[in-house]
Each structure stands twice: as C-alpha cells, then as structure tokens.
C-alpha cells in the first residue's frame, strides 16, 4: 500500500505564489508517476500536473502551463508544485496521485490541501 501525504495549501492573493508538497511511504516500488488533480466546486476534477522519475517526464494541464512547475526528489520521496502568477480560477482542493505508469497516475491519492486565491 502506498501513503501520499500532501502539505503548502493555503490563501493568497491573486499573482502570488504557493508551493504544494507530496510526500510518498509505503511500498513506493510500485510508483512510477507521481502528479496532481484539482476539484473546484461545481467543476469536474482536472488533472493538473505529473512527472515521471530520473529525467522526468513531464506533464501540465493547459490552464496551467507557463505558471506552475513539478518537481521531483526520488532520494526524499516527494513531489512540488511551485503555482506561480495564481489566479481566483486556480482556487481548488489539490489533491496528490501516484500510479505506476503515466497513463495510470492515479491508483493511489492523497487527502487533498486547499488553495483559496482571493
């Protein structure tokens, strides 16, 4: 089984900028893709971003490209998303997913964090 633990929600204002953190345990073995989705209500949840390990893959979701970034630290288990220039629109509950392919990146999830952009 396979724990993802996410943290860095919160509020900002709109154009600022927040970093989000997603900590895997467990049995990380069978984890190759590691990314984010996003529920607003009243919207459909939507894939936000995901990477693949060593030289990693990337993947962003439109409404986000050239504003946020994901990175990853195999050694400590752990993604980011660094959100830049946040938009009232960006306001949502980010939620952690691994997988083990990157067509299947979201077999395990988090708890969620909120991001509130006022």
């Known amino acids: 089984h396979v724990q993802l633990v996410e943290s860095g929600g919160g509020s900002v204002q709109a154009g600022g900028s927040l970093r989000l953190s997603c900590r895997a345990s467990?049995?990380?073995?069978?984890?190759?893709?590691m990314g984010w989705f996003r529920q607003a209500p009243g919207k459909d949840r939507e894939g936000v971003a995901a990477i693949t390990p060593g030289r990693g893959r990337r993947y962003y979701g439109d409404s986000v490209k050239g504003r946020f970034t994901i990175s990853r630290d195999d050694a400590q288990r752990t993604i980011y998303l660094q959100m830049n220039r946040l938009e009232v629109e960006d306001s949502a509950i980010y939620v952690c997913?691994?997988?083990?392919?990157?067509?299947?990146?979201?077999?395990?999830w988090g708890q969620g964090t909120q991001v509130t952009v006022s």
């Open positions: 467990g049995y990380i073995y069978s984890i190759y893709c």
């Open positions: 997913a691994a997988g083990p392919t990157m067509g299947s990146c979201s077999t395990y």
